[in-house]
């Protein structure tokens, strides 16, 4: 059975960091997109970033420089560093991976599996 847990939200001030983590199950992560997306209160869900088989990256314009996606093969774990955070940056993340019915397009990536989500909150 697929199955994400994230972990590492919390609140911050802006300017400083956070790093989430995405324990992937029922999968091989390195062999499949992995991705986070986050959704703040009254926007659409965003892909904020995601990494390909063969190490591709895309990152969404707004966190260019300053988020990071990495893995660990052996945990078959994905992280986000996230630096310099601003208040924009408020949202409910998700860890994200391909499923069989995947409707949810980025970075070339149909995404269908979904985290249960870490809040993230970045205060002034």
């Known amino acids: 059975q697929v199955q994400l847990v994230e972990s590492g939200g919390g609140s911050v001030q802006a300017g400083g960091s956070l790093r989430l983590s995405c324990a992937a199950s029922g999968y091989t992560a390195s062999r499949n997109c992995m991705g986070w997306f986050r959704q703040a209160p009254g926007k659409e869900r965003e892909g904020v970033a995601v990494?390909?088989?063969?190490?591709?990256?895309t990152y969404t314009d707004s966190v260019k420089g300053r988020f990071t996606i990495s893995q660990d093969n052996a945990l078959n774990t994905v992280y986000l560093q996230m630096n310099n955070l601003k208040p924009e940056d408020t949202a409910m993340y998700f860890c994200?991976?391909?499923?069989?019915?995947?409707?949810?397009?980025?970075?070339?990536?149909?995404?269908?599996?979904w985290g249960q989500g870490t809040q993230v909150t970045v205060s002034s």
């Open positions: 990494m390909t088989p063969g190490g591709r990256i």
């Open positions: 994200a991976a391909p499923g069989p019915y995947g409707r949810t397009f980025f970075a070339g990536c149909p995404f269908g599996n």
